[in-house]
């Protein structure tokens, strides 16, 4: 298992997660073993020379990473990757039995931040994305921001070094589209930083 399960409270997490008078994230520390993460981040180095600088400018949102997406997800050659979403897809089930939520996480994007990059500045996720988000640090030690709005008013950090899952609220129902996280990365970032970022959108599998 590169997951360890013993490190996840899952029933804590699906509460909080959807309590709305919370934020909606929570970042769980040592998630992912040492040799894990290591054989993770050499599988999605591989990816990496595929992967596209991102707009400087993305709606109201600045950004300063390479990134490359799989949707659908499909089968990457590396076991190390295969192992992931495989997991990863049984633990986005195990947290949708206690959420009340199903589908299948049909997005995988991997994103490289340089040493030194300004990272991403606030923004909500895409309102097609649902349920829950996850980013599995694979290389970094930047805390994961969390804040009110697009100026970082009341913000406050998770650490978030390599082996944590950033696990984000998505909107399970309409009504719940207004509660998408404000969330950040910022620069400028002290190491090199290497996530893979699972997310489920209904309009992917149509
Ligand atoms: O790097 C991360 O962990 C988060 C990336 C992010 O905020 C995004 O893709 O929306």
Redesign the pocket.
């Known amino acids: 298992m590169y997951i360890n399960l013993d490190a996840l409270n899952l029933d804590e997490i699906a509460d909080e997660l959807y309590d709305f008078s919370t934020r909606g994230v929570v970042a769980v520390p040592n998630v992912i073993g040492e040799l894990p993460c290591s054989l993770l981040h050499y599988a999605t180095q591989q990816h990496q020379e595929k992967a596209k600088k991102a707009s400087e400018k993305h709606g109201k949102a600045t950004q300063d990473f390479e990134s490359i997406y799989y949707e659908p997800i499909g089968m990457p050659p590396e076991t190390a990757i295969r192992f992931i979403i495989k997991e990863y897809r049984e633990l986005y089930n195990s947290i949708g039995e206690r959420a009340g939520f199903s589908g299948e996480p049909n997005s995988l ?1 991997m ?1 490289f ?1 340089p040493k030194g990059g300004s990272g ?1 500045s606030p ?1 909500q ?1 895409y309102a097609r994305e649902k349920n829950l988000i996850a ?1 599995i ?1 694979l290389r970094g030690n930047t805390p ?1 921001g969390v804040c009110d709005d697009h100026d970082k008013t009341n913000a406050t950090y998770f650490d978030a070094q390599a082996g944590s899952i ?1 696990f984000m609220r998505a909107a399970r129902t309409i009504e719940e589209q207004s509660a998408r996280p404000f ?3 910022e620069g400028p970032l002290e190491q090199d ?1 290497c ?1 893979l ?1 699972f997310r489920y959108s209904p309009s992917r599998d149509a």
Request: no cysteine; net charge neutral.
């Open positions: 994007g994103h931040y991403i923004h996720d980013s640090v994961f950033v969330h950040f990365v930083r996530v970022l």
